[in-house]
């Protein structure tokens, strides 16, 4: 005995599973996009790139340094003493991070810059890794200061880094940059500043 089935009842189910296998890979796509949308926008305060923010600390005096050197590396300790007087740029980079690897070469010709004294400090990282970093990239900072567990950072407002303060010769915080310098930052944000407060001083 043999039993026969109703092909024109299962074509619609077939059908269906066959739409829903092909949207599943859109349903997928969709589903990443949410969540890096989502990851973009936490990267961000209030929707807004938090490089645009203003740091509250902009025409404030700088928070006092007093970190330990950073071991094996030939350069002072990050004291009041080593910007006191001096228009410097405090840079916080560590080895981990990718972006302080792209900027670098951007601090190694400010550097050059007799206008210009720039300090270090090593955010979070560990001393060995830091030394390879500088010893492959080179050293731009006349002093370092090691900031282990980040207290240093919390007391300079640091959103994340790498991140840049330009501090006047009396002390007070010119100019904030979030993120790595490149090509345009520099030379419409920090080169200018620069100037202005040289002509100033």
Not at 2 to 30: C, G, H, W
């Amino acid at each position: 005995m043999t039993i026969e089935t109703d092909d024109s009842k299962l074509k619609p189910q077939r059908n269906r599973s066959r739409y829903a296998f092909a949207l599943m890979p859109l349903v997928i796509f969709l589903g990443f996009a949410a969540v890096a949308g989502k990851m973009l926008y936490d990267q961000s305060v209030n929707g807004l790139d938090v490089s645009a923010i203003p740091s509250a600390l902009i025409g404030k005096t700088a928070p006092s340094l007093s970190l330990p050197p950073l071991e094996g590396s030939n350069t002072a300790a990050l004291a009041d003493s080593a910007i006191q007087g001096k228009l410097t740029l405090v840079n916080v980079f560590a080895s981990w991070c990718v972006p302080c690897r792209q900027e670098h070469p951007i601090l190694k010709e400010l550097a050059k810059d007799s206008r210009l004294n720039i300090v270090g400090i090593n955010y979070k990282d560990r001393n060995d890794n830091a030394l390879r970093f500088l010893g492959e990239l080179g050293n731009p900072y006349k002093a370092i200061g090691v900031d282990p567990n980040g207290k240093a950072a919390i007391d300079w407002g640091v959103y994340g880094i790498p991140e840049s303060y330009l501090v006047g010769p009396d002390g007070k915080i010119l100019y904030k940059k979030v993120g790595p310098f490149d090509e345009r930052s520099l030379t419409q944000d920090l080169l200018p500043a620069i100037a202005k407060a040289s002509a100033g001083s």
